[in-house]
């Protein structure tokens, strides 16, 4: 979602235009480490946190805390939608440039 905002907030001059280019390099990031394309062009992001949040109740179940512990603990998984929805809006701010 960062790269996301950076692209489309440098594009509009709602931040410095320098901050394209930062989001540009995190979107390359995101093709190297997260994105695969297999044989029949099918995109798989790999490793999104499956869920995460903040509360809930500590005595009746694991409480959201929003520490790093808690974060770096969460499940991940293949193409959660949370993952695919800021791709597809950061891919498209990129088809634009």
Do not use: C, W
Request: charged share 30%; aromatic share 12%.
């Amino acid at each position: 979602m960062f790269t996301f905002v950076l692209l489309k907030s440098s594009r509009l001059g709602y931040i410095d235009a320098k901050y394209g280019e930062i989001g540009r390099r995190a979107y390359n990031g995101l093709l190297k480490e997260f994105i695969e394309v297999d044989k029949d062009n099918l995109v798989t992001i790999h490793r999104a946190v499956q869920v995460v949040g903040l509360g809930g109740d500590p005595e009746k179940e694991r409480y959201r805390d929003g520490t790093y512990e808690y974060y770096v603990t969460e499940k991940v998984r293949d193409n959660d939608p949370k993952a695919i929805g800021p791709f597809i809006f950061a891919s498209m701010e990129m088809e634009g440039r």
